[in-house]
């Protein structure tokens, strides 16, 4: 059995589509892999940066609710201070209207000493 130059030339670029071919499946193959990883690595990198906005969302309501806590107690204070001052003022009102009803007393300004 003879092959004529076209059978060879049918032969050679047969392998060479079935090369062809082979590469171009592998080449889609690592491209594919690539991809997955790609598509893998964001999927880890959207998971972390949920859990640290989550993380910063309960920090952030942790020193929202520390910090109207803080109001409220700044509040009390400043009410507290504001009626222990009003509460001594009227104190001293009270004091000095005795004073000033009571009769001035006829006792010396200074007590002498006994000598022993």
């Known amino acids: ?3 004529s130059p076209l059978d060879i030339l049918y032969i050679v670029l047969s392998f060479c589509v079935l090369w062809f ?9 690592q491209l594919a892999t690539i991809l997955k990883n790609v598509n893998d ?4 990198a959207r998971d ?10 309960g920090i952030r309501a ?3 609710s520390a910090s109207s806590l803080v109001g409220l107690g700044a509040n009390t204070a400043a009410k507290a201070v504001e009626y222990v001052m009003e509460k001594k ?5 009270e004091m ?3 004073n000033e009803m009571e009769p001035p007393s006829r006792k010396p300004a200074f007590k002498k000493k006994k000598r022993k």
């Open 1 to 3: 059995m003879s092959f």
């Open 21 to 29: 071919t082979a590469a171009m499946f592998w080449f889609l193959w």
């Open 41 to 44: 690595t964001i999927a880890d």
């Open 48 to 57: 972390k940066m949920n859990k640290i906005e989550q993380a910063l969302s």
């Open 62 to 64: 942790k020193f929202d």
């Open 89 to 93: 003022k009227k104190m001293e009102r």
């Open 96 to 98: 000095k209207e005795e």
